[in-house]
């Protein structure tokens, strides 16, 4: 049988490996600069933790696992009938009672819900991880992906929505990445929704808007329109999704716009706040942008990379009562993700990660037999003591075979120590992109390669 990988997952080589830890540390350095504490998840959870949390949508996205005893002949019967419902879309626990998760974000409400009693508030914790969706695998979209989030559980204060937005930008900056952060709140689309005169279809409003980058706005208004929104309410909505302008000018436009919601005017009012925390030329105003998630209730997020042909690369949101689905009520929090293989491809793209990322091994020693190996050996020992990594050819070889090791293995020194090294206690140090080569003294290795690396 050829080997090969499911659709929309991916092995990752040392190279890749080294690049994605690039990534990960330069994230993980920034939340901890801001007091965020490490939380890990299990893969799997409890299938009801995950369903009716994404919207329809997102639950047809979640890959169900399949219950263990499926085989037994006594159950056939039974289990062919629940199949029947797995087919019309249906979830049945007979089939199914686990999922992998679809976000952190739920299995971290999870998580406060369960040790709420033990958590000192705010609490703030990040989490790296990869998570599952059925999607269709694309370009930038992948099956197995990891995500990489932060949140604030337990106050309602929106400096750590400001905060959220410095983090993005601190981010990219030490990235290299240009991006355009683009804020909205969810109060702002439930006024919109109260205004054109649809409060009961308010998810059909965000799911259609949160494709208008996909479909264009023609074709929005068509699926609201199918979706028995009036014609004043199209107007509205439509006259909404072209504001225009800078930040300020935006914003009073909605203030014209909500001038008789109270709602709509608390959405301004978040955007406002964060606004004058940030310089207006990093972040945009953006009212189309809707995040189709149900459990947000304030501020949103999404990042986008400028010059480069791919979907959004962070996002997030204020959810002021997320733990009350798990029967803790009154938890306020906000949180945000950046994704981690979608910046990867970014940085690929357009050539931004460092080049000494590739070099894992600084120095090679050269194997020219035992008793060479023997006086070699406590020397590659120091250097590795010394933080200065190295490895010993695994046999005895002619020398060109084991310079085209080092070479392939991007390993920028070799170190040959000889017969006539042992006796004059030195060694050789060749450079292999000069081609420079010269004597080192042994007991001046260390210093040699701190000053070279």
Known sequence: MKPSLPQGTRDFGPETVRRRNYIFQTIRSIFELYGFQPLETPAFENIETLLGKYGDEGDKLIFKILNNGLDNPSKHELITTEFGKVLEGKTTRVISERALRYDLTIPFARYVAMNHGKLTFPYKRYQMQPVWRADRPQRGRYREFYQCDADVVGSYSSISDAEFAQIYLEV????????????????????????????????????????????????????????????????????????????????SQLNSLFVNNEEGKAGIRELVYILQYLDSNQIEVDVTLARGLNYYTGIIYEVKATGVAIGSIGGGGRYDDLTGLFDVPSVPGVGISFGVDRIYDVMMELDLFPKDLEVSTRALFFNLGDSEAKFAFPYMQLLRKNGISCEFYHEQAKLDKQFRYAERKNI????????????????LVKQLQTGDQEKVALDGLVNYFTIKT
């Open 172 to 251: 990219f900056v030490c990235l290299g990445i240009d991006i355009k952060l683009k804020i909205n709140s969810r109060k702002i689309l439930n006024a919109l929704a109260q205004v054109a005169n649809a409060p009961d279809k308010f998810q059909v409003i965000t799911v259609a808007i949160d494709k208008l980058d996909k479909i264009g706005i023609e074709k929005v208004m068509e699926e609201l329109s199918q979706k028995g929104i009036s014609t004043q309410g199209l107007e509205i909505i439509k006259r909404f999704l072209t504001l225009v302008g800078s930040n300020d000018k935006k914003i």
């Open 412 to 427: 920028p020194y070799v170190v040959i120590i000889g017969s006539q090294e042992i006796q004059e206690n030195s060694c």
